[in-house]
């Protein structure tokens, strides 16, 4: 890890030319549904509601910083994790990365003047019932980031090479609909980055650092 770069601008350049298959094709092959293949025929007959999430990624000098959001305890879904700004795409929303952009405005407060989409990852297809994907983004400097109470309780940032380092990509696993599931966990201070979160973090690691 100590000779590759985690500035905004390798990011970017990453983003845009990362290897492996097609996002549109790739996410059996990724993260999550490597440690539970068996959820990928499960997966394969849902109606998924599509939805986009954006990994804002903040250009600071040679140590580039990755946003989060703690979602409120209130929320019906995923109440109380650690998650990147996202949500349901709308019908007036015509790209994956509007609906990201809108979403990221809506919570944080997030001007998507200060923020360039650089890319996608493939296709997150989370058991709730949506088919996420990720938009990956440099965040230039400069913002002002206001949480929206009803659905942030506070905004976090972790630096990429943090995220980017396998070895802290710790293992967990829970029950699900009676059967175990495996998921990855990335403690970071007094924040729990696990779940659907944890795994989209995992594949940008696989796409663009491994």
């Known amino acids: ?17 990362q290897s492996g298959n097609p996002v549109d094709e790739a996410w ?3 993260g999550d549904f490597l440690l539970n293949p068996d959820t990928i025929p499960y ?11 954006l990994v804002p990624v903040i250009d600071d000098g040679d140590e580039a910083r990755v946003i989060f959001t ?11 994790q650690v998650a990147f700004p996202g949500g349901a795409i709308d019908p007036e929303d015509d790209t994956p990365e509007r609906a990201a952009l809108r979403e990221a405005e809506e919570e944080i407060g997030l001007d998507r003047r200060f923020v360039e989409t650089v890319g996608r990852l493939p296709h997150y297809m989370a058991m709730s ?9 440099v965040v230039q400097p400069g913002y002002d980031l206001i949480p929206n109470p009803d659905e942030v309780a506070a905004v976090f940032d972790v630096p990429l090479s943090f995220l980017m380092n396998p070895g802290n990509h710790g293992l ?9 599931r495996h998921f990855y966990s990335m403690p970071y201070g007094e924040r729990n980055i696990w779940g659907i979160t944890a795994g989209i973090v995992r594949m940008l690691y696989e796409r663009l650092y491994a």
Request: glycine share 6%.
């Open 1 to 17: 890890m100590t000779d590759l770069l985690f500035s905004a601008d390798e990011f970017r350049r990453r983003a845009r030319q």
């Open 28 to 30: 059996r092959e990724h």
């Open 129 to 137: 019932g949506f088919r996420i994907t990720p938009i990956l983004a």
């Open 70 to 80: 703690q979602r409120t305890v209130r929320l019906r879904k995923h109440s109380g």
């Open 172 to 180: 967990g696993q829970a029950t699900w609909q009676g059967a175990e």
């Open 43 to 53: 997966l394969e007959t849902l109606k998924l509601k599509d939805a986009a999430v």
